[in-house]
């Protein structure tokens, strides 16, 4: 139960035609919320949250920008820096290594590379286009890994891989189809020799596993499918993936500790529940798991002490966490980005079960 304020109102009312002071108590739910930062110019359109240091990074798809934010005070997070490109539109793909970040261009179908090492003056290195000539559907998600970039191309079906080692020459080298099937390819996620590649927006999704030993060569060797199982987005601890799985109300857990080329990962625990409300990200602090959930305009708290069994703990909203996206978690704290709240907002995630 969350903790409460009482604030005493006192009301003057007639009784029997005799005017007297009265007061009742009205109470409020303390709010999680530490700090909140909204800017319709900065912030527009919030697509994922990624931490580094004090520092956020914040990719907006209808802002065409990559902005960055300090979050050294969570109370007053600031914006630091933005870096636009002419061919920047819709950033849904973002990857950080370093002073380096990796931008994918959702329309325009390029791999941007930004130096940022000073945020306020972040500067292009190189760009890539990805796509084949005369090739239709977006660009989502990416991952970087020793010198080479991981990108999903949702229209094509594919995984990409472009060698970045030198930055102002990327280089796409190898390919390879996910499926062929209604669904494309949304988001990847790198876990050993493997690229785990997850598709969204078909009747039955899947997530496709791809031997990326060769990079030139990348070999999809096999596949796990589930009704329930979509975006296959989230995070790896050790041997396990928790992921979100849009637009089904659920969460998974997928067992990798036995993947190879002759073995597909299993799924080890579900949760459907529909206060999950279509949720779109994962991040796991301890034996929490946090998600964005978009119809309810909040956060929702999983207990995954019992991988085999995730249990919903608990979920917070707020106006100013408007169709949430993006959601990462570090220390004591939950970061939310909204894409159509143009704001990023800190949360004490422990407040959240209280």
């Keep these: 139960m969350r903790t409460v304020e009482a604030v005493l109102k006192w009301t003057l009312i007639i009784l029997c035609g005799i005017p007297c002071l009265a007061h009742a108590a009205v109470v409020f739910a303390a709010s999680p919320i530490v700090g909140s930062l909204v800017d319709s110019?900065?912030?527009?359109?919030?697509?994922d949250v990624f931490l580094s240091g004090d520092l956020v990074y914040l990719p907006c798809r209808e802002g065409h920008c990559l902005t960055v934010c300090s979050i050294k005070d969570p109370a007053r997070p600031q914006v630091v820096g933005t870096f636009r490109d002419p061919d920047l539109d819709d950033v849904t793909g973002f990857a950080l290594d370093e002073n380096t970040a990796y931008l994918a261009s959702q329309s325009s179908h390029f791999l941007l590379i930004v130096d940022v090492s000073i945020p306020e003056k972040m500067k292009l290195l190189g760009k890539v286009r990805i796509s084949q000539q005369g090739s239709k559907g977006p660009l989502y998600k990416m991952a970087y890994r020793d010198g080479y970039c991981y990108m999903s191309h949702q229209g094509e079906k594919k995984l990409y891989i472009v060698d970045v080692r030198d930055k102002t020459r990327p280089l796409v080298v190898?390919?390879?189809?996910?499926?062929?099937?209604?669904?494309?390819?949304?988001?990847v996620t790198m876990k050993g020799d493997y690229a785990l590649v997850g598709t969204v927006f078909g009747k039955r999704n899947r997530l496709a596993v791809v031997n990326v030993t060769d990079p030139a060569h990348p070999r999809k060797v096999g596949e796990l499918k589930d009704p329930h199982l979509s975006e296959g987005i989230g995070t790896i601890v050790g041997d396990r993936f928790y992921i979100a799985c849009w637009p089904h109300h659920a969460m998974m857990v997928i067992n990798l500790s036995e993947m190879s080329d002759s073995r597909?990962?299993?799924?080890?625990?579900?949760?459907?529940?529909?206060?999950?409300?279509?949720?779109?990200?994962c991040a796991v602090v301890g034996d929490r798991a946090y998600f964005p959930i978009i119809?309810?305009?909040?956060?929702?708290?999983?207990?995954?002490?019992?991988?085999?069994?995730?249990?919903?703990?608990?979920?917070?909203s707020d106006p100013v966490m408007k169709k949430p996206y993006g959601l990462t978690a570090r220390g004591d704290y939950v970061f939310v980005g909204a894409r159509a709240g143009d704001s990023l907002v800190i949360l004490d995630r422990r407040a959240l079960e209280k």
């Design 174 to 187: 190898g390919n390879t189809q996910v499926t062929t099937e209604g669904d494309g390819a949304y988001c």
């Design 41 to 47: 110019e900065n912030l527009n359109g919030v697509e």
């Design 264 to 281: 597909l990962p299993s799924i080890e625990g579900v949760l459907i529940d529909p206060r999950l409300s279509k949720p779109n990200r």
């Design 295 to 316: 119809e309810a305009d909040g956060v929702a708290v999983v207990d995954i002490s019992d991988p085999a069994n995730p249990r919903f703990v608990t979920s917070y």
